[in-house]
C-alpha cells in the first residue's frame, strides 16, 4: 500500500495507525525531506520515502492500493494534478484501489480561498501551500480518462473549518481533555449533512474510491 503525504504522520496522528493492519508494508512518500524524516522517526515501521508525487521511484504496477489524501491540490497548475494522477495510475496495479482526496472547490470558503491563497498562508490560517483542485466532476472526468472505474464519491468535513481550525488551537491551548472532546463531538455533528443533497457544496473535500480498470 502507498501513503502519500506524510504532513499528517510526521505532526499528528495520522492515518498510518489505520492502514498498518489492512497491508503487508506501508509505503509512505512526501516531497520534503524534513517531513519523511519525521513520519519514519514516529513510526519505525513506515517505509517513508523523500518522492515527488508526479514523478515517483517505484516501478509500474507496483501497489494494490494507493491512498491519496489531499495530496494533488497543493500544486500551482491542473497539469501538476494530473500529472500526479499518471502516476498513482502507473504505479497502481490492475484492479487495484485509489482512495484520493481534494479540496472541493464547490465550497464557497475554499473558492474564496483559493483567490487569494497566499494571504491565507501569511495569516498562518493555511499553514501550506494552496493550489489547484479539480473539484468532483472534473475528478470523475480524468480518473475515467486514466482507465478507472469510480465506484463510490462523497463530500466530508462540512463544519466551518476556518473557525473550526482557530477554535481547536484555542482549546488546545487553553482548555482540558473534556473541552476538547466535547468540541470534537459538535464537529463531528456536522457531518450529517454528508447525506444532504447539498453536501458538494457544504463539504470541504471531496472524496474517491476508484477502480483500476
Known amino acids: 500500500m502507498l501513503k502519500s503525504d506524510l504532513f499528517d504522520e510526521a505532526f499528528g496522528q495520522g492515518l498510518y495507525g489505520l492502514l498498518a493492519p489492512r497491508a503487508s508494508e506501508v509505503v509512505?512518500?512526501?516531497l520534503s525531506m524534513t517531513t519523511t524524516t519525521a513520519a519514519r522517526d514516529r513510526y519505525p515501521n513506515l517505509h517513508a520515502v523523500a518522492a515527488d508525487v508526479r514523478s515517483l521511484p517505484?516501478?509500474?504496477s507496483t501497489f494494490d492500493v494507493v491512498v491519496s489524501n489531499s495530496t494533488l491540490d497543493h500544486f500551482?497548475?491542473?497539469d501538476d494534478v494530473l500529472a500526479g494522477l499518471r502516476e498513482l495510475t502507473r504505479i497502481l496495479g490492475r484492479r487495484g484501489e485509489l482512495l484520493l482526496t481534494l479540496d472541493n472547490p464547490a465550497n464557497p470558503i475554499v473558492a474564496v480561498r483559493n483567490l487569494t491563497p497566499y494571504f491565507w498562508?501569511?495569516?498562518r490560517i493555511v499553514p501550506y501551500p494552496v493550489g489547484m483542485t479539480l473539484g468532483r466532476r472534473g475528478l470523475d472526468r480524468a480518473l475515467q480518462q486514466l482507465g478507472f472505474d469510480v465506484v463510490d464519491e462523497a463530500a466530508f468535513m462540512h463544519c466551518p473549518r476556518v473557525?473550526?481550525?482557530?477554535m481547536a488551537g484555542f482549546l488546545?491551548?487553553?482548555a482540558g481533555p473534556r473541552s476538547q472532546k466535547r468540541f470534537m463531538a459538535a464537529l463531528g455533528a456536522f457531518e450529517r449533512m454528508?447525506?444532504?443533497?447539498?453536501?458538494?457544496v457544504t463539504g470541504y473535500y471531496v472524496a474517491v474510491k476508484a477502480i483500476k480498470r
Open 163 to 166: 473557525l473550526a481550525v482557530a
Open 76 to 78: 500551482p497548475t491542473r
Open 194 to 200: 454528508a447525506k444532504w443533497p447539498t453536501r458538494y
Open 121 to 123: 498562508r501569511r495569516v
Open 28 to 30: 509512505g512518500i512526501d
Open 58 to 60: 517505484f516501478a509500474d
Open 172 to 174: 488546545q491551548r487553553h
